[in-house]
Nanobody, 124 residues
Framework: QVQLVESGGGSVQAGGSLRLSCATTGLLGRDGYVGWFRQVSGKEREGVATIYNGRGATYYAASVKGRFTISQDNANGTVYLQMNNLKPEDTAMYYC?????????????????WGQGTQVTVFS
């Protein structure tokens, strides 16, 4: 059974940094993708960044490229999202998700396993 638990959210001033962690258990073996998504109330959940568990290939939304970095520690089954130069528009609930072979690596509906989310608030 796949379980995902996010941590690391909080409140930060614009320009600051946060690192989110996604602890994974029962994951997808050597194949599979783990992604970070975010959602603001009343809006669709959007893909932020995804990493391929096997070879470490990464995918980023244009809005975060150059500011966010996704990485993984296979030894402890944790996926990280380092967020730098945060902006107020990055404020959202951030979710970790996993899927073996998502059709679109940044599309929420292509991922079947989800964590409970962690709130990120960026104030100006």
């Amino acid at each position: 059974q796949v379980q995902l638990v996010e941590s690391g959210g909080g409140s930060v001033q614009a320009g600051g940094s946060l690192r989110l962690s996604c602890a994974t258990t029962g994951l997808l073996g050597r194949d599979g993708y783990v992604g970070w998504f975010r959602q603001v109330s009343g809006k669709e959940r959007e893909g932020v960044a995804t990493i391929y568990n096997g070879r470490g290939a990464t995918y980023y939304a244009a809005s975060v490229k150059g500011r966010f970095t996704i990485s993984q520690d296979n030894a402890n089954g944790t996926v990280y999202l380092q967020m730098n130069n945060l902006k107020p528009e990055d404020t959202a609930m951030y979710y970790c998700a996993a899927e073996r072979y998502p059709g679109d690596k940044l599309r929420a509906r292509d991922f079947g396993y989800w964590g409970q989310g962690t709130q990120v608030t960026v104030f100006s």
